[in-house]
């Protein structure tokens, strides 16, 4: 052991950088960089989540390892894979601690990141490591072809693990860094800084903070959740503001903050969530994280997934389904939220889910307001519902007709239903009147009358047999149709 310690020991000061620990000694009259145990922790908790997932230990490729403190620890933990570092006398000392621990499934390998990248496989590594590093590889060789390779990479392996340099930071003014560090890994769809750690310079720099990075194509990962597998990914439209992640029976939706307005809405959701959210179905809030670094803000939150189809598109693939019970459970969801003081700002087929069961579920709770007066067009939680009424009982196949007026229900009402509807003043509980109207017989004087419920029925009824009458004349035609083409085929064969 103490001649192993005098070779560490002049390997060490053979090296540019003391940076890390140096795995398995202490060495005396010299003080690494970076204790680097609080990143470990961080890459400690990622590998053992992955670990499980995959059912064995992870090869890992450790980009830039200086010491080799970080692939010696996974390597310790059952895994191995390679440490990557261009100077040649870091692979040195880290091929003497190697030689300390011959049941390691370690390699070191001398080399650039730009020319090992293109010749890693896929599926053979499982988690990669860069720290600190990705700025040198811009300076020699530009950001456009480090983006690519970092492109590349995020198709081959599981996860990443990154600390990134700003541009901000001023050092390296010259070496074309990107003005925004998340550019480096637009290559995955889920990037999230677990956190931003002070960098030591030097004594006559400031204490830098660097966001340490975890980015994934296949998972997202969260302290309370840990890892969810990541089944498919929807991209907000509206400039990429919003990216929605189907995770099993979780979605993750994370949006990036542009304006006042945008976090707003954001909020509200999650307020909408923290008040409702388990009630009757509803989705529960598990996690809430803000992230504000210098490339803005961004907010994610994790909750339930409600599986089914939009009510669009159980009504553009010609589902059928009963129009006025998908009605009747909107408004009980309209109900149980203005009790609360809260209304529904975009009710559309478009943001309501419809499961097998038959049960319906609103799903856009950025628009959720505390006043009847909303923000949205029609500006009206009252005419919303009712255009919202309008579009599925005349069965349109586009929603995009104007503002819509109550006398566009006429036929689907009562004269009764239609009075007291329009009667509803804004500032009452409409949807509990609206309700009250179209789905309980009342009591009072204002009660329906049998007559009344009978026509009400006996207009459904006709209105289905209409539907019935079109469909059986379209077979009626098409019958006729085949007769006449065999009628010319037999009077053909007769001549």
Same mark, same amino acid.
């Given at each position: 052991?103490?001649? #192993?310690?005098?070779?560490?020991?002049?390997?060490?000061?053979?090296?540019?950088?003391?940076?890390?620990?140096?795995?398995?000694?202490?060495?005396?009259?010299?003080?690494?960089?970076?204790?680097?145990?609080?990143?470990?922790?961080?890459?400690?908790?990622?590998?053992?989540?992955?670990?499980?997932?995959?059912?064995?230990?992870?090869?890992?490729?450790?980009?830039?390892?200086?010491?080799?403190?970080?692939?010696?620890?996974?390597?310790?933990?059952?895994?191995?894979?390679?440490?990557?570092?261009?100077?040649?006398? #870091?692979?040195?000392?880290?091929?003497?601690?190697?030689?300390?621990?011959?049941?390691?499934?370690?390699?070191?390998?001398?080399?650039?990141?730009?020319?090992?990248?293109?010749?890693?496989?896929?599926?053979?590594?499982?988690?990669?490591?860069?720290?600190?590093?990705?700025?040198?590889?811009?300076?020699?060789?530009?950001?456009?072809?480090?983006?690519?390779?970092?492109?590349?990479?995020?198709?081959?392996?599981?996860?990443?693990?990154?600390?990134?340099?700003?541009?901000?930071?001023?050092?390296?003014?010259?070496?074309?860094?990107?003005?925004?560090?998340?550019?480096?890994?637009?290559?995955?769809?889920?990037?999230?800084?677990?956190?931003?750690?002070?960098?030591?310079?030097?004594?006559?720099?400031?204490?830098?903070?660097?966001?340490?990075?975890?980015?994934?194509?296949?998972?997202?990962?969260?302290?309370?959740?840990?890892?969810?597998?990541?089944?498919?990914?929807?991209?907000?439209?509206?400039?990429?503001?919003?990216?929605?992640?189907?995770?099993?029976?979780?979605?993750?939706?994370?949006?990036?903050?542009?304006?006042?307005?945008?976090?707003?809405?954001?909020?509200?959701?999650? #307020?909408?969530?923290?008040?409702?959210?388990?009630?009757?179905?509803?989705?529960?809030?598990?996690?809430?994280?803000?992230?504000?670094?210098?490339?803005?803000?961004?907010?994610?939150?994790?909750?339930?997934?409600?599986?089914?189809?939009?009510?669009?598109?159980?009504?553009?693939?010609?589902?059928?389904?009963?129009?006025?019970?998908?009605?009747?459970?909107?408004?009980?969801?309209?109900?149980?939220?203005?009790?609360?003081?809260?209304?529904?700002?975009?009710?559309?087929?478009?943001?309501?889910?419809?499961?097998?069961?038959?049960?319906?579920?609103?799903?856009?709770?950025?628009?959720?307001?505390?006043?009847?007066?909303?923000?949205?067009?029609?500006?009206?939680?009252?005419?919303?519902?009712?255009?919202?009424?309008?579009?599925?009982?005349?069965?349109?196949?586009?929603?995009?007709?104007?503002?819509?007026?109550?006398?566009?229900?006429?036929?689907?009402?009562?004269?009764?239903?239609?009075?007291?509807?329009?009667?509803?003043?804004?500032?009452?509980?409409?949807?509990?009147?609206?309700?009250?109207?179209?789905?309980?017989?009342?009591?009072?004087?204002?009660?329906?009358?049998?007559?009344?419920?009978?026509?009400?029925?006996?207009?459904?009824?006709?209105?289905?047999?209409?539907?019935?009458?079109?469909?059986?004349?379209?077979?009626?035609?098409?019958?006729?149709?085949?007769?006449?083409?065999?009628?010319?085929?037999?009077?053909?064969?007769?001549?």
């Amino acid at each position: 052991m103490a001649n #192993n310690l005098e070779e560490i020991t002049a390997a060490v000061q053979a090296l540019p950088l003391f940076y890390q620990p140096i795995f398995g000694y202490e060495v005396q009259g010299a003080k690494p960089v970076r204790n680097c145990e609080d990143r470990l922790a961080d890459v400690k908790k990622i590998y053992d989540l992955l670990s499980a997932e995959l059912g064995r230990p992870l090869r890992v490729l450790d980009l830039g390892c200086a010491q080799g403190y970080f692939s010696l620890y996974a390597a310790k933990w059952g895994g191995g894979g390679t440490g990557l570092d261009f100077e040649q006398a #870091n692979i040195d000392l880290c091929r003497l601690l190697a030689r300390d621990n011959p049941n390691f499934k370690v390699n070191f390998v001398q080399s650039t990141i730009e020319d090992f990248l293109p010749s890693v496989k896929a599926g053979e590594y499982d988690l990669v490591l860069c720290f600190n590093v990705l700025h040198w590889c811009v300076k020699f060789s530009g950001f456009e072809k480090v983006q690519a390779l970092l492109t590349d990479l995020s198709q081959k392996i599981y996860i990443g693990i990154f600390e990134l340099a700003l541009k901000s930071e001023g050092l390296y003014p010259d070496w074309g860094l990107p003005e925004n560090y998340r550019d480096y890994l637009s290559g995955y769809s889920f990037v999230r800084a677990i956190t931003y750690y002070f960098r030591h310079v030097r004594e006559d720099i400031r204490h830098i903070k660097r966001p340490f990075c975890f980015a994934s194509n296949k998972y997202a990962w969260f302290e309370n959740l840990g890892l969810l597998k990541i089944d498919d990914v929807l991209v907000s439209p509206r400039g990429a503001r919003t990216t929605c992640y189907f995770c099993g029976d979780k979605f993750v939706k994370l949006t990036d903050i542009t304006d006042e307005a945008q976090h707003g809405r954001a909020q509200r959701e999650i #307020n909408f969530l923290n008040t409702f959210g388990g009630q009757k179905g509803l989705p529960r809030l598990y996690a809430t994280l803000t992230e504000q670094d210098e490339t803005g803000m961004r907010i994610i939150h994790v909750r339930d997934m409600i599986k089914g189809k939009t009510l669009r598109e159980k009504i553009f693939n010609g589902e059928e389904f009963d129009r006025w019970d998908v009605i009747r459970q909107m408004l009980e969801w309209m109900v149980l939220f203005e009790q609360q003081g809260y209304y529904q700002g975009d009710i559309g087929a478009h943001n309501i889910i419809y499961c097998d069961d038959g049960k319906v579920y609103p799903i856009d709770y950025e628009t959720v307001n505390t006043s009847p007066k909303l923000f949205l067009w029609l500006y009206s939680a009252k005419l919303q519902f009712l255009n919202f009424m309008n579009f599925l009982l005349k069965l349109n196949e586009f929603e995009n007709s104007p503002v819509c007026y109550l006398t566009d229900l006429k036929k689907y009402l009562t004269p009764r239903q239609y009075e007291r509807i329009a009667a509803i003043r804004e500032d009452e509980k409409f949807f509990s009147r609206m309700y009250e109207i179209l789905f309980e017989p009342e009591k009072d004087s204002e009660a329906y009358t049998v007559a009344e419920t009978e026509i009400l029925a006996i207009e459904r009824y006709i209105s289905y047999v209409g539907t019935k009458l079109q469909e059986l004349e379209e077979q009626s035609k098409e019958q006729r149709r085949r007769i006449e083409q065999l009628e010319k085929i037999i009077e053909g064969r007769v001549k």
